[in-house]
């Protein structure tokens, strides 16, 4: 096994490396720079962006014919973990969430013409966009069959109705795939639409409040009522919804993980000069033998997650589907970017607990991980179903 990165990948994430280092991060410290749900500000969010477009490092998941730098989902990987040492990192390069996972489906499944219309926009950065299929109870959540959002074909048009929240993003997004119910069936009920914010019957209720920090967007409610989208806006098949939703959300997963590394990572940096430089009972906080296994064991608890997301991602690029992978990988970066962030603080006590440093964003940012894209318990459901399946074949080298 060669763990050793292609050359044009390595020379991708030192560039991201770099200019994350000397024109990312040197942001955070100043409050002025946030907006008011705590991220970046968009004037700022807007020069950084042109940067990076003169720098060559945009989108660097997208094919090279739509402008990114065409790397396979192992390069992502990489990158995307570079990007996750800052909090504002990954929307500088437009892989952030659910831009990301939006574009990836879209140049998967689109037809042409709707990928110039719906994708290309997104990642030239003109537009953000949104993927509108969470609902309140009884409706959609981590099972999209339990779906109430409904379209109904009316010659060559569908009217939906509907109710849809937690839409992350929605605040600002202008192009939004759509989920909805159009057949009783249990696996070809569901059909996803394009369907753009100015279409009259999309109606943005409010902004949920959250823990936050939040994304810029944020986190919305929307009601859906006798909206008309043309045939031509649906996307795949009439029934292909559940597909739609795997395709998108497999790989929507990883890329989180792959940012949660990075800002994993960063905890650990932000905690280690803390405790090699704080003097306790007569010698540093990292003398200490209670201190060196908090952060040995986070840093092994990173290392296990970076080789998880790794074979996700290779799994990926073999055409796969990678569903126990993705999971595996979901599992445990999510829990071990709460458990590092959380190590970071108690080590850096009322500092870490303090705003003098981003490890409180990060904190209540973490907690969200196991939550977003289906918990913890969902994907241990997964796991199961496959072992049970499989037997030790699970554990099968390919």
């Known amino acids: 096994m060669d763990f050793h990165l292609a050359p044009e990948v390595e020379d991708v994430r030192q560039g991201i490396r770099n200019f994350v280092e000397s024109k990312v991060l040197p942001l955070e410290s100043d409050p002025a720079n946030f907006d008011e749900h705590e991220n970046i500000r968009q004037d700022l969010l807007d020069g950084l962006r042109e940067k990076a477009k003169q720098a060559g490092l945009w989108c660097p998941q997208i094919p090279k014919e739509r402008g990114g730098l065409g790397l396979r989902v192992t390069g992502w990987a990489a990158c995307y973990e570079e990007m996750g040492r800052s909090i504002f990192g990954p929307v500088v390069f437009n892989c952030a969430a659910p831009d990301d996972g939006n574009m990836f489906l879209l140049s998967r499944v689109g037809t042409e013409v709707q990928k110039e219309r719906w994708l290309q926009p997104i990642i030239d950065g003109k537009v953000r966009s949104a993927f509108a299929m969470t609902e309140p109870a009884p409706g959609a959540g981590s099972d999209p069959s339990l779906m109430q959002t409904r379209a109904e074909k009316q010659g060559d048009r569908w009217i939906v109705n509907g109710h849809k929240w937690f839409i992350t993003g929605a605040g600002v997004a202008q192009h939004f795939i759509l989920m909805a119910k159009t057949s009783d069936d249990a696996r070809k009920g569901l059909t996803a639409f394009l369907v753009n914010r100015d279409t009259p019957g999309l109606e943005i209720l409010r902004r949920v409040p959250i823990m936050g920090p939040e994304e810029h967007g944020g986190h919305c409610e929307l009601k859906i009522e006798n909206l008309e989208v043309p045939d031509t806006d649906r996307l795949m098949e009439v029934g292909d919804g559940l597909k739609v939703t795997q395709i998108r959300l497999g790989t929507a997963r990883l890329t989180h993980c792959m940012r949660w590394l990075g800002m994993a990572k960063r905890a650990l940096e932000i905690a280690a000069p803390h405790v090699e430089t704080r003097d306790s009972f007569g010698s540093k906080l990292a003398e200490h033998e ?109």
């Open 290 to 398: 209670g201190v060196q296994w908090m952060l040995g064991e986070a840093a092994m608890e990173i290392e296990i997650g970076r080789l998880l997301t790794m074979k996700a991602a290779w799994t990926l690029d073999r055409g796969e589907f990678a569903r126990k992978e993705v999971s595996m990988a979901k599992i445990q970066v999510s829990e071990t970017l709460h458990k590092a962030v959380d190590t970071a603080i108690q080590l850096c006590g009322a500092l870490g607990y303090s705003k003098d440093t981003p490890l409180e964003w990060m904190y209540r940012y973490a907690r969200q991980a196991r939550l977003v894209d289906g918990a913890s318990e969902i994907h241990k459901m997964v796991l199961a179903r496959h072992f049970l399946k499989e037997g030790r074949d699970f554990w099968a080298w390919a």
